[in-house]
């Protein structure tokens, strides 16, 4: 019997050893053919914000010269999106990395990026999977960052292990009045028994938010020891880091198993961990080992936060590595420039973008018609100063300029809950820029505005925008702002240098070529758009013959 029960376990063993493995190898199959793809995860909104949060806060405070992409040009450049087809990490410490690099682009020449380990992961695809497979151990746990968590510690009360005695001195009691009394003493052990289980629980309540960040402490020390066996070349800072803060956190670690064995309570199924949840509910043993593991990680955040960004930051480049293999082409800006120059720009989002080059040594002022390409090009000339400053990687052919702080003014809407109006916004938002503009001391201002002040009526919108174009152009920054009002190439000549996008008619059709050209637009398409789009022939006639009668008199025919 004890000889089948034997081969019985052998047989189990050998099964699950079998599954791991093919498990294991279909993880790798999957992570190698992922390589050079996009992002596929999943986000909601909450999540997205989340992050952004806990990134912006933790990066912002870290030292280096940076600044914080604020929102509204994070939702102008549509950097949700951004974010989510660069993002293939395996960990929250990965996500949080990646976010922060693209809230906190550097504005001093540096890059938070090993630009010899991104070529390094592209090539050596066996040593990058296994350390992918690492990270996977790690996991993305919660949706909320774990620096949150550990900043709360230092809130949570004292539970002194001292304090967690007094179950076992009235178990001894009770065994003690036993002695003399059997049945006081059975009621006295039974009484000692329902208080130590009411008070376990509601202790438990209150620690069990922190086993989380316990819990993922661990698994980040163990992930980070596996790591630090690795051979992979150009991270020997991240792997000392990392055998350095296990050293430092081995009290934290022993015996630790008692506490984090498992969820807790008395779902477990293993008769071990079933005898150990009761045993731990009587005597409060791993509330003893809380209050233990509390004082051991208490005053360790610093060497925690810096455990989380020597893995965060090479799970991160991988992600990053993978991106740029997934892009037409990319290449490695050169952030010694003195003015913005660059060479088959494309955007990163669009899957056949028409690339464009520009040599901008003074303001920009982009005309042309309705969809042909002005905004696209705004941001992406913003997009490849952002990503060249945060992950060293510029959408185009060649990519040089200065270091910029980069804001944006262009999808602007109605703020509802405020009661602000589009203008308003508008003019908030120009604010920020002029502002920020004028700061000494600072990197320069790369800035992209789409239809100033489109908000208001003409004659007010050509006569305001001329004079924030023109107290613009004087302050030290680089703008591209796009305009239909084809006055303000005049208005503004001299100070700023005219680029276009056209189109050409082809019957009652109307062809983009998004190719940017040199010099003011000569021409405009609306009513060629509502003709292609099917609006009733009378309407567009009406509507051109008037157009042409404003033109030629100066005056609009009723």
């Known amino acids: 019997m004890i000889a089948l029960f034997a081969v019985f376990l052998t047989i189990s063993a050998l099964i699950g050893w079998r599954d791991r493995k093919r498990l294991d190898a279909r993880e790798r199959t999957k992570l190698a053919a992922s390589f ?10 909450e ?54 690099l693209l809230l906190c682009p550097r504005t001093d020449g540096s890059t938070g990026v090993s630009e010899e380990g991104l070529l390094w992961w592209k090539q050596n695809e066996a040593e ?24 709360l510690m230092g809130s949570l009360p004292d539970r002194s292990a001292v304090k967690e005695l007094y179950t076992v001195l009235l178990t001894a009691v009770s ?70 803060v296990d050293r430092s956190l081995s009290s934290f670690k022993r015996g630790s198993g008692i506490l984090l064995r498992g969820s807790g309570g008395v779902s477990s199924v293993n008769p071990l961990d079933l005898f150990l949840d009761y045993l731990c509910m009587l005597f409060h043993i791993d509330l003893m080992k809380f209050a233990s593991m509390r004082r051991s990680i208490l005053g360790k955040e610093k060497e925690i936060d810096a455990l989380l960004d020597a893995v965060g930051s090479i799970d991160a480049q991988i992600s990053i590595a993978s991106w740029r293999e997934s892009l037409p082409f ?25 690339p464009n080059s520009i040599d901008a040594s003074s303001p920009v002022l982009l005309t042309g018609s309705n969809a042909s390409g002005k905004s696209t090009f705004l941001k992406a000339a913003a997009l490849a100063a952002l990503l060249s400053q945060s992950v060293h990687t510029a959408p185009a052919a060649s990519y040089r300029s ?97 680029y276009h996008f056209t189109e050409t008619l082809e019957g009652e059709d109307v062809k983009f070529s998004y ?35 404003y033109s030629k008199s100066g005056r609009w025919e009723r």
Not at 36 to 45: I, P, R, V, W
């Open 47 to 100: 999540r997205l914000k989340e992050l952004r949060q806990s990134s912006a806060r933790y990066f912002a405070e870290q030292p280096g010269s940076k600044f914080t992409v604020d929102e509204i040009t994070w939702n102008d450049l549509d950097m949700d999106l951004v974010f989510k087809s660069m993002d293939s990490t395996c960990s929250n410490a990965g996500e949080e990395y990646l976010c922060g």
């Open 402 to 498: 200065c270091c910029y702080r980069i804001y944006t003014s262009m999808a602007l809407r109605d703020d509802l809950v405020s009661g602000e109006s589009y203008f308003i916004v508008e003019i908030r938002s120009l604010k920020r820029v002029l502002d920020a503009a004028s700061e000494e001391g600072k990197a320069p201002v790369l800035c992209c505005v789409d239809e100033v002040l489109r908000g208001t009526n003409t004659t007010e919108r050509i006569s305001a925008s001329t004079e924030i174009l023109l107290t613009l152009s004087k302050l030290p920054m680089q703008i591209f702002a796009a305009t239909h009002d084809l006055e303000l190439t005049e208005l503004l000549s001299g100070a700023y240098v005219n």
């Open 128 to 151: 990058r999977v296994n350390v992918q497979r690492i990270l996977q151990s790690l996991g993305r746990g919660s949706k909320y960052s774990l620096r949150d968590y550990i900043g």
């Open 36 to 45: 050079g793809k996009t992002g596929g995860k999943e986000y909601t909104a």
């Open 330 to 354: 990319y290449t490695v800006p050169d952030l010694t420039g003195s003015r913005y120059e660059v060479t088959d720009l494309i955007h990163p989002l669009l899957k056949d973008p028409v």
């Open 175 to 244: 065994f003690g009045i036993m002695y003399f009394h059997p049945a006081a003493g059975l009621l006295c052990l039974l009484g000692s028994f329902a208080l130590n289980i009411l008070t376990y629980f509601r202790a438990k309540r209150e620690i069990d938010p922190y086993l989380f960040t316990f819990r993922y402490v661990m698994r980040l020390l163990a992930c980070g020891r596996a790591l630090a066996e690795e051979l992979f070349p150009h991270y020997e800072d991240e792997k000392e880091t990392m055998r350095s």
């Open 515 to 549: 190719q940017l050209t040199e010099g003011p637009a000569d021409s405009r398409n609306a009513i060629r758009l509502l003709r292609a789009m099917g609006y009733d022939p009378a309407i567009t006639d009406r509507a051109q013959k008037r157009a042409e009668h």
